[in-house]
C-alpha cells in the first residue's frame, strides 16, 4: 500500500501542501476531491516524483520513494494519468501506447490483448493519430498508457472532466475491473461527486491543502461534501 506521512510542497514561496497523510491500498479505490487550487493535482505529483517534497515521506510497499526519480517511481509500479490527458496529438494511438514502454524491460515491450480488451475502441482506432480522438477517446487512451506499465497503483486525475457520460461509464467499469479483479490500486482524484462516491473504498477531502473530511467510500454523504466541491 502507499502510506503518506505528514508531506509540505510548496512552489517557491506558496505554501501547497500541509503536512498532509493519507493511505491509499491495493485493491481500493481511494477518492481525493475538492474544488480548484486546492492542491490535488499536486498531491499525485508529489506521488510521482514530478514535484519534490519538502518534508515528510511517502513509503510504497514499505519502501520510501520520497527521494526516487519519476522513472524509479514508475518501475517499482507506479502511474500516472496527468489532468488533461497529455495525449500526444501527431502519434497514432498505438505508439501513444508504445511511450508507456520505457519503464518495462525488453522482452515485455508489446501491447498486451488485456489493454485492448479493455478498451476496444482503441483496437479499433489504433492507426488514428490521437489528435483525432474525442475527449473520452483520449481519456481511454491515457489510462491504456499508464496500464501498458503493468502498474500496481494507479493515479488518476480528474478523468471525467469534459467527457461524454457514455465514456465516463466505461472508465468506471474499467477502474471497477482494475481494482477488484487486478488488486491494483486506484487514487482518483475528482470533482464529480457521484462518480467517486460509486467507486470509492475510502475518501479524503481536501480544503487549501489540507485535509477537511475523510472516511469510508460508503459514509460518503453528498450534502456534506458538495459545498467543499463547488464554489
Ligand atoms: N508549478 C507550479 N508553480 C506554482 N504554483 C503552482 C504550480 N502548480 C500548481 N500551483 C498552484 O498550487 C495550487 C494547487 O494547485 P493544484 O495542485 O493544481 O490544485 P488542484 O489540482 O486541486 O486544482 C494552486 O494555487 C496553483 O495555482
Ligand atoms: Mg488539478
Known amino acids: 500500500m502507499l502510506d503518506i506521512k505528514n508531506i509540505n510542497l510548496s512552489y517557491g514561496t506558496s505554501h501547497i501542501l500541509f503536512s498532509m497523510s493519507l493511505q491509499a491500498k491495493l485493491g481500493n479505490v481511494t477518492a481525493i476531491l475538492g474544488r480548484n487550487g486546492v492542491g490535488k493535482s499536486s498531491l499525485l505529483k508529489a506521488v510521482m516524483g514530478l514535484e519534490t517534497i519538502q518534508s515528510g515521506t511517502i513509503l510504497w510497499e514499505n519502501t520510501d520513494i520520497s527521494n526516487l526519480s519519476p522513472a524509479l517511481r514508475a518501475r517499482s509500479g507506479v502511474a500516472y494519468v496527468p489532468q488533461g490527458r497529455e495525449i500526444f496529438s501527431l502519434l497514432t494511438v498505438e505508439e501513444n501506447l508504445q511511450t508507456g514502454f520505457s519503464v518495462l524491460p525488453m522482452k515485455e515491450r508489446k501491447i498486451s490483448s488485456f489493454i485492448y480488451d479493455l478498451f476496444p475502441i482503441l483496437k479499433n482506432m489504433r492507426n488514428r493519430r490521437g489528435g483525432d480522438l474525442s475527449g473520452g477517446q483520449q481519456q481511454q487512451l491515457a489510462i491504456a498508457r499508464a496500464l501498458v506499465m503493468k502498474p500496481k497503483l494507479l493515479l ?75 464554489v
Open 156 to 230: 488518476l486525475d480528474e478523468p471525467t472532466e469534459g467527457i461524454q457520460p457514455s465514456i465516463i461509464k466505461e472508465i468506471a467499469e474499467v477502474i471497477r475491473y482494475l481494482v477488484q479483479s487486478e488488486k491494483i490500486g486506484v487514487i482518483l482524484v475528482e470533482q464529480y461527486f457521484d462518480f467517486a462516491r460509486d467507486l470509492a473504498d475510502s475518501y479524503y477531502v481536501l480544503k487549501k491543502g489540507r485535509i477537511a473530511l475523510s472516511g469510508k467510500g460508503k459514509e460518503m454523504k453528498k450534502n456534506e461534501i458538495q459545498r467543499y466541491l463547488t
